[in-house]
């Protein structure tokens, strides 16, 4: 393993052997010719206001990086509580469980579409998880024409690996041509499902309330439109599922600690977005974007008074936001509260300070498609791809 400080900052560490210490290097806009030995950029983060009086801490950390199992496109993990198991999405419509023990794959996982963006998509677990062994999971399926993301509710018997009793709870309604922008990540929070849901490359379908197209949608734990959504009484039935509209392709979707949502957006060329997600609230696309078409086209940039909610912070060129993890954990805790993406096109794990917005990045080397906080605050990540390797990240020292 190899550790590089970069000046006071950060270190990143590659498991690749015998412990080599390197010497601090002043940070540099240049990536060193090695891509496993990346000298991070970092721009500066404020120290959090939470800790002990008088034990002030500090603004960063350093982060041992440890590399574990590769699997084959993968594309979400989970911690199963009570358990000392990961579970592992693959895009090929696998379902793997890892522990100390090995990798096992799961049986009963429905079958998917699999093509462009399309596949088996993310896994979380349901609350009474411990009690019952339920999990939200989601996929691609075809028909009516067309493809789409479903949701899906089902029994993981993690002793067994066995998937049962799956049923279906949500589709993405209409099914359309393409394989693009399903996004379809899910997150529950205070007895209420949340989805993403992709505009499918369609573009103004995240505007419209007959469609569920790019859109994030607040559901019942049983997949149904959640009482108190703010577009109940719009003339399509479907209306009533969302919370909020205007969004293009979001591929992550979490809570913080008070409470608050936050989604991470793909934008076009350029205008990749970090959004707080308030009910009711237009996110712009695709009238409004930092971004422009990939033809060169212009799309206005977000403006005060122009009625859509701007980002927290936008990435052009792009960085391509492809999870998004909100750090609770005791391991690294002046990260509390922060942002963590994973960078695809960006091969980079971004932090944000969700309070100013502040952010320090590291190259990684690899498209990361997942970032996931373990029970004991260390932060697991998975690189995408056919070889995509399992990455552990903990305190250094």
């Given at each position: 393993?190899?550790?590089?400080?970069?000046?006071?900052?950060?270190?990143?560490?590659?498991?690749?052997?015998?412990?080599?210490?390197?010497?601090?290097?002043?940070?540099?806009?240049?990536?060193?010719?090695?891509?496993?030995?990346?000298?991070?950029?970092?721009?500066?983060?404020?120290?959090?206001?939470?800790?002990?009086?008088?034990?002030?801490?500090?603004?960063?950390?350093?982060?041992?990086?440890?590399?574990?199992?590769?699997?084959?496109?993968?594309?979400?993990?989970?911690?199963?509580?009570?358990?000392?198991?990961?579970?592992?999405?693959?895009?090929?419509?696998?379902?793997?469980?890892?522990?100390?023990?090995?990798?096992?794959?799961?049986?009963?996982?429905?079958?998917?579409?699999?093509?462009?963006?399309?596949?088996?998509?993310?896994?979380?677990?349901?609350?009474?998880?411990?009690?019952?062994?339920?999990?939200?999971?989601?996929?691609?399926?075809?028909?009516?024409?067309?493809?789409?993301?479903?949701?899906g509710r089902a029994r993981l018997d993690v002793a067994q690996a066995r998937l049962t009793d799956l049923e279906r709870i949500w589709v993405q309604t209409p099914k359309v041509s393409g394989n693009g922008h399903f996004s379809h990540r899910l997150v529950i929070h205070d007895g209420?499902?949340?989805?993403?849901?992709?505009?499918?490359?369609?573009?103004?379908?995240?505007?419209?309330?007959?469609?569920?197209?790019?859109?994030?949608?607040?559901?019942?734990?049983?997949?149904?439109?959640?009482?108190?959504?703010?577009?109940?009484?719009?003339?399509?039935?479907?209306?009533?599922?969302?919370?909020?509209?205007?969004?293009?392709?979001?591929?992550?979707?979490?809570?913080?600690?008070?409470?608050?949502?936050?989604?991470?957006?793909?934008?076009?060329?350029?205008?990749?977005?970090?959004?707080?997600?308030?009910?009711?609230?237009?996110?712009?696309?695709?009238?409004?974007?930092?971004?422009?078409?990939?033809?060169?086209?212009?799309?206005?940039?977000?403006?005060?008074?122009?009625?859509?909610?701007?980002?927290?912070?936008?990435?052009?060129?792009?960085?391509?936001?492809?999870?998004?993890?909100?750090?609770?954990?005791?391991?690294?805790?002046?990260?509390?509260?922060?942002?963590?993406?994973?960078?695809?096109?960006?091969?980079?794990?971004?932090?944000?300070?969700?309070?100013?917005?502040?952010?320090?990045?590291?190259?990684?080397?690899?498209?990361?498609?997942?970032?996931?906080?373990?029970?004991?605050?260390?932060?697991?990540?998975?690189?995408?791809?056919?070889?995509?390797?399992?990455?552990?990240?903990?305190?250094?020292?």
């Open positions: 393993m190899r550790r590089i400080a970069v000046a006071a900052a950060v270190a990143l560490l590659v498991a690749c052997g015998g412990p080599e210490p390197l010497p601090p290097t002043a940070p540099t806009a240049t990536p060193p010719a090695d891509p496993t030995i990346s000298a991070p950029v970092p721009t500066p983060a404020s120290p959090p206001s939470s800790g002990e009086p008088g034990s002030p801490l500090p603004a960063t950390h350093e982060f041992t990086v440890t590399e574990h199992e590769k699997f084959d496109e993968p594309w979400a993990l989970a911690f199963l509580p009570g358990t000392d198991t990961i579970a592992i999405t693959e895009r090929g419509g696998s379902l793997k469980l890892r522990d100390a023990s090995g990798i096992r794959e799961v049986s009963g996982v429905p079958e998917v579409t699999v093509g462009g963006q399309g596949g088996l998509g993310d896994l979380i677990v349901g609350p009474t998880f411990r009690e019952d062994g339920t999990v939200y999971l989601s996929w691609v399926e075809s028909g009516d024409g067309g493809t789409g993301a479903v949701v209420h499902l949340y989805v993403s849901s992709g505009d499918r490359q369609k573009l103004d379908p995240a505007q419209e309330f007959d469609t569920t197209l790019g859109k994030i949608l607040r559901l019942t734990l049983d997949g149904q439109p959640a009482e108190g959504n703010p577009f109940a009484g719009e003339d399509s039935p479907l209306a009533a599922q969302i919370w909020s509209y205007g969004h293009r392709n979001p591929l992550g979707l979490e809570f913080d600690s008070t409470g608050r949502l936050w989604s991470s957006e793909m934008g076009p060329q350029g205008g990749d977005e970090l959004n707080e997600i308030l009910a009711g609230h237009n996110y712009g696309w695709p009238e409004a974007s930092n971004g422009s078409h990939y033809d060169g086209t212009d799309i206005p940039d977000h403006a005060a008074g122009d009625g859509f909610k701007a980002p927290l912070v936008s990435w052009t060129p792009s960085v391509s936001p492809g999870s998004l993890l909100i750090y609770q954990g005791s391991m690294f805790p002046a990260w509390r509260d922060d942002a963590f993406l994973g960078a695809l096109s960006g091969e980079a794990l971004i932090r944000v300070d969700l309070s100013s917005g502040e952010q320090e990045k590291w190259p990684m080397g690899a498209r990361i498609r997942a970032v996931e906080e373990a029970p004991d605050g260390s932060i697991w990540l998975l690189e995408d791809g056919a070889a995509g390797r399992l990455l552990e990240l903990r305190i250094a020292g």
